[in-house]
């Protein structure tokens, strides 16, 4: 089952999940780091880490934990790790000099169909593209924490990238398991963050004005909004919240339009509100339980992904 090779460009985090994501359809992985001891650290966990899933009936894809660990190498050789692959996903840290210096070696080494994607949360490709000779082929592909077990895509694409880099970008993506969405121009925040912000601000906003604690505000999400957000999305909402998306408009416009004038101006998430905040998680969830946490989270979200695929859509 020959498929593609596919050249990561840094082992941590997000390098490691994509990493997981694209062995489990069968490609060849190879991954590179310039820091040795992280790249050793990779070879050692993302086995472990299939393993894991593959015991607690989490593992992505139709072959075996084994079979993938087979597919993927990891080297030290920036060329090495670039050659005949057809995708290279960057995922060093979040600093716009570094994914300059990375690009400009990407666009000595690659050939002109290549995939050269971003990771970057925050950074437009068009920052650090310029005077490249393949920005055409240059975009991001942003994740979303943890990739494996939630699976939406964002592609935004500079006004230099070309089309068809576009269009093979989110074929992969659907080939691999993600949910792409291809924002049509470069935005601040793209679109995950700009409604991740929208209701943090609010969140922030109520917390200050005193209208209720920490553990009530989580709960609007996880036990209101959130349960049906996972299956459909706020506009659907809309639609089926009425007798269709028009008769919604026309019965709640006015009302909605009158709460979002009282919204205060976005705030800064200043240190004082967030030790008030802290009183709580300090209590209810310690530093030194985040990693028991997050790996109960990755389990949740692992249940709920399974859901999702049974459900009829
Ligand atoms: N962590 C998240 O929640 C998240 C979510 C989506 C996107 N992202 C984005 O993904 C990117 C990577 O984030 P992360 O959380 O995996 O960071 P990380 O710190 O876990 O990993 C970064 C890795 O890059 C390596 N590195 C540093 N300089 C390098 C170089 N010149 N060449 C090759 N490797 C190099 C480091 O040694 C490290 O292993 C960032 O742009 C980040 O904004 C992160
Ligand atoms: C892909 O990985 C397999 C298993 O290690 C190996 O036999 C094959 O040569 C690799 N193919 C490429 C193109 O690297």
Redesign the pocket.
């Known amino acids: 089952m020959a498929r593609g090779k596919i050249a990561i ?9 994509w990493a997981m994501i694209f062995l489990s359809k069968g490609y060849n992985v190879s991954m ?4 040795e ?3 050793a ?2 070879q050692k966990k993302i086995p472990e880490n299939l393993k894991r899933f593959e015991s607690q009936g989490n593992l992505r894809g139709e072959i075996s934990a084994d079979e993938q660990i087979k597919l993927i190498t990891f080297t030290s050789d ?1 060329a090495e790790c670039i050659k005949d692959a057809i995708y290279v996903q ?6 716009l000099e ?2 300059r ?2 690009f400009e070696d990407l666009d000595k080494l690659c050939t002109d169909d290549m995939i050269l994607a ?6 437009a490709s068009s920052r650090f593209n310029y005077g490249l000779k393949h920005a055409k082929n240059m975009l991001i592909v ?6 494996y077990f939630v699976p939406l895509v964002e592609i935004i694409p500079s006004d230099q990238t070309r089309p068809e880099i576009v269009t093979k970008t989110r074929q992969l993506m659907e080939e691999v398991g993600q949910a792409p969405i291809t924002l049509k121009k470069e935005i601040i925040g793209f679109a995950l963050n700009r409604i991740q912000y929208a209701i943090l601000n609010e969140c922030w906003n109520m917390v200050q004005a005193d209208l209720l604690n920490a553990e009530d505000i989580d709960r609007v999400m996880v036990h209101g909004l959130g349960m049906r957000y996972a299956f459909i999305g706020p506009l659907e909402t809309m639609h089926l919240n009425a007798e269709g998306i028009v008769n919604y408009c026309d019965r709640y416009a006015a009302g909605a339009l009158k709460v979002s004038e009282t919204f205060q101006p976005p705030p800064l998430y200043d240190i004082p509100t967030a030790e008030k905040l802290n009183e709580y998680f300090s209590e209810h969830i310690p530093l030194e339980k985040l990693e028991e946490r997050r790996k109960w989270r990755d389990e949740c979200l692992a249940k709920l992904a399974k859901l999702k695929k049974e459900i009829p859509k």
């Open positions: 460009i840094g082992s941590g985090l997000i390098g490691g999940s590179f780091d310039v820091d001891v992280q790249l650290a990779a920036f960057e995922c060093v840290p979040e600093k570094l994914k210096k990375i971003s990771s970057a949360s925050c950074i942003h994740p979303v924490n943890p990739p």
